[in-house]
C-alpha cells in the first residue's frame, strides 16, 4: 500500500513539475499594453505612409513619402529604384495637431496588420498599381511597417487603406499641386 501511495505521489510530483515548465513558472503577470498610438504625440517618432508607383523602367518608377511628426511634416518625390530625391517640402506642425492626427489614424487602423516575416517585403505585388508602405519610425529604427497595394490580394496592412491615405495627404495644404506632374503615383 506504501508503495501505490509513493508512486501516486511520485506521479502527481511530475505532472506538477511539467505544468510548471510548459507555463514558463506560473507568472501572473499582466501581459504588456499595446501601445496607441496618440501616446506618440509628444515624441520623436513619425508616422510615414510611401507611395510606391508601378513597376516600370528606372527613370520612369515614382515614388511619394509623407512623414508627419509632432514638429513637421514632409512631402517627399522620388525617381528611379534607387530614390534619387526630386522634390521635398517641409510644413510645421504640433503636438495638438499631430494628436488629433494620431487619433484618426487610430481609428482607420493603422496599427493593425500582419507582422509574418514571410510578407514583409513588398516588392513584386501589384506590379502595375501601387504599393503603400505605412510604417510607425523612431528615427532609422522601424517599430511597425505594414503595406497594401492597389490591385487587392496578399497584404500585411488590415486597417482602411483609403482612409489612412487620405488623411496623410490632408496633412499636406498644397498636395495636389506637388505631386500633379507625378501622375503616375497619383
Known sequence: ???????????GLLIFVFILIFRGGGSDAPAPETKRLI???NTSVVMQMTTDG???????HKQIRLTVGSTESTLELFQGYQGTL???????????????????LQSSGYDQGNADKKF????????????????????ERDIQRFWSTTCGGPATFKGKPTAV?????????DYDR???????VR
Open 86 to 104: 526630386i522634390r521635398s517640402r517641409s510644413y510645421p506642425n504640433n503636438s495638438a495637431a499631430y494628436a488629433n492626427f494620431l487619433a484618426a
Open 54 to 60: 508601378p513597376v516600370m523602367a528606372d527613370q520612369n
Open 120 to 139: 514583409a517585403d513588398e516588392r513584386g505585388y501589384c506590379p502595375t498599381g501601387n504599393r503603400y508602405i505605412m510604417g510607425i519610425k523612431d528615427g
Open 178 to 184: 506637388l505631386v500633379f506632374d507625378f501622375n503616375t
Open 165 to 173: 491615405e487620405d488623411l496623410f495627404r490632408r496633412q499636406f495644404p
Open 39 to 41: 501616446d506618440y504625440a
Open 1 to 11: 500500500m506504501k508503495f501505490i501511495i509513493g508512486f501516486l505521489v511520485t506521479i
